[in-house]
């Protein structure tokens, strides 16, 4: 019995490095190399596919962020993350008020950083389990460690969803304003960061009152919070 209980252990602690190693491998890889596609994007994908909807296709190019104006990423920050440059992967207090919001409103908030969005979006599923947030957690430790801000950013910049079934600002620049991303204005850049987090419900194209307020609210924090000088940490290449 003794030796059993010991084969167990050695297995089980063999397993946990396993995983460990395999789990840093994998975020090594996606640290030079464009994930070619998300758990997300395949469910959306199989989502089309129930509805039997003409265009099931998944829209998704990925480009440098070197290609990608600063107003891009300034923008997503002035929308969703203005501490993004500041924090280490996690927003102690907007999640705080997130958890206190979810407890008395039936509209759930969210307190997830970009980093965070990024971990959940390239390496898991979407849910709201305790397991995947700890996961997430632990995924969005080790991006931060080993990836940087300025990836993270393009990562998140390519994977998020900005309309239906249309991943990255590439293929969004394009489909909205028929330019390249790195031709987009401060304001074509804050309409599209203003319909997340739910690019499905709401739209670039035929934007209602509710998101033309929210983009000019985020075009007044990309001023306050300096400009594309904001941002310069990370796009230094792009400023001319």
């Known amino acids: 019995m003794k030796q059993l209980n010991l084969n167990i252990k050695a297995l089980v602690i063999k397993l946990i490095l396993t995983l460990f190693l395999g789990s840093v491998l994998w975020v090594l890889i996606y640290r030079w190399l464009p994930p070619p596609a998300t758990l997300h994007m395949f ?3 199989a989502a089309a596919g129930k509805q039997d909807l003409p265009n099931k296709t998944i829209q998704y190019t990925y480009v440098a962020l070197e290609d990608i104006t600063p107003n891009v990423p300034l ?3 002035a929308a969703e993350d203005q501490l993004f440059l500041k924090h280490d992967g996690f927003d102690f207090k907007a999640m705080k008020g997130a958890f206190e919001h979810n407890q008395t409103s039936k509209k759930v908030a969210g307190g997830s950083t970009i980093s965070q969005q990024v971990a959940k979006n390239v390496f898991l599923w979407h849910g709201r389990s305790y397991l995947r947030k700890g996961v997430e957690a632990y995924f969005t430790f080790l991006i931060e460690l080993l990836w940087g801000k300025k990836r993270i950013m393009e990562v998140y910049l390519n994977i998020a969803e900005m309309g239906d079934r249309i991943f990255g600002i590439e ?3 394009r489909i909205y304003f028929k330019k390249a991303p790195k031709d987009l204005t401060p304001n074509q850049a804050a309409l599209i960061a203003s319909v997340l ?3 499905v419900k709401y739209s670039v194209k035929n934007p209602s009152g509710a998101i033309l307020r929210k983009r000019r609210r985020v ?3 990309m ?4 400009g594309v000088a904001h941002v310069q940490s990370i796009t230094a290449k792009n400023i001319k």
């Open 43 to 45: 469910k959306r994908r």
């Open 75 to 77: 923008a997503m920050i």
């Open 171 to 173: 293929e969004a620049s």
């Open 197 to 199: 987090p739910n690019p």
């Open 219 to 221: 075009v007044l924090n």
């Open 223 to 226: 001023r306050r919070l300096g």
